[in-house]
């Protein structure tokens, strides 16, 4: 059976109430059921509501949600006017994932390759888990170069961090074309493009690449998760609008118990 991580990003979305809404019904949802161990959800929610979530999650003594930061900054303390550093996230109880080198951030804060890599060694320093977004524009998917991007998105934490760096971290492969667009990669297109992953981390070490948790993410719905979830070399998906509205995010939770292996 393999392991599935199921994460909603909610980007710059929700306010208290509607966590509150949403922490209830999720957890009242989780605990009906015979929670698999072999699943892991978390939802990662704007860094200002993390303690907000925490907390809330904390009185309904939850088990079986973590949470995940969508960012943190390169610096540990200091003049940073704005930002948000990996020592005080990991203060908050139930951090356990964050994402580095988001598309959106690559895009709108002109995040380069080194900039990623230095927080994703700084996450891996402070012993929570890095999830890195990888995936090619749809140029550079048309002009055959998905792959060659992908790579040199993971060697440069390689460079940096070595490929040990990928043991206990996350992959997720997110095509910029499929974001938030309506039209998620074809399953065909994914397994393609997550088992190059796969091999590429293989090469380095064949046993971290088997335990590798390779997400996708990319308008990612209830009506597509159970394709999506069954693909062979994934393990799991990172989910952007379909998170935002509990009773969808439930529904795609559902899909996971009817996989078949
Ligand atoms: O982090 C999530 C991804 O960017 C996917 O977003 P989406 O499900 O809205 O396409």
């Known amino acids: 059976m393999k392991k599935l991580l199921i994460i909603g990003n909610w980007k710059l979305n929700n306010n208290k109430k509607i966590i509150l809404d949403f922490c209830k019904k999720l957890n009242s949802y989780l605990s009906t059921i015979n929670y698999d161990h072999h699943l892991k959800i978390s939802i990662a929610p704007p860094i200002l509501h ?3 979530f925490n907390l809330i999650l ?4 939850n088990n079986h949600i973590s949470l995940t930061a969508q960012n943190i900054d390169v610096n540990i303390l200091g003049s940073f006017t704005g930002e948000t550093s990996i020592s005080m996230l990991q203060e908050i ?4 994932y964050v994402i580095v080198g988001h598309s959106e951030r690559r895009i709108h804060h002109n995040e380069t390759k080194e900039l990623i890599a230095k927080k994703f060694k700084l996450v891996k320093s402070f012993k929570l888990i890095p999830i890195l977004c990888i995936g090619e524009t749809k ?3 048309n002009a055959n170069k998905a ?3 992908c790579k040199e998105q993971i060697d440069t934490i390689i460079q940096l961090v070595g490929y040990q760096a990928f043991d206990k971290a996350i992959i997720a492969y997110e095509p910029i074309w499929a974001i938030g667009s309506n039209q998620s990669a074809s399953t065909n297109y994914i397994q393609y493009m997550h088992q190059f992953i796969r091999h590429y981390i293989s090469r ?17 719905n209830k ?12 393990n ?8 935002l509205d509990c009773d969808q995010f439930i529904d795609i939770i559902k899909c996971t118990k009817l996989i078949k292996y």
């Open 204 to 220: 380095y070490d064949i046993n971290i690449s088997k335990k590798l948790i390779i997400q996708y993410g990319g308008s990612v």
């Open 93 to 96: 109880e139930n951090i356990k």
């Open 50 to 52: 993390l303690e907000t």
């Open 139 to 141: 140029e550079e998917k």
């Open 58 to 61: 904390q009185q309904l003594h």
């Open 147 to 149: 792959q060659k991007i």
């Open 223 to 234: 009506k597509n998760a159970l394709e999506i979830l069954s693909v062979k070399d994934v």
């Open 236 to 243: 799991g998906v990172l989910i952007g609008n379909s998170s």
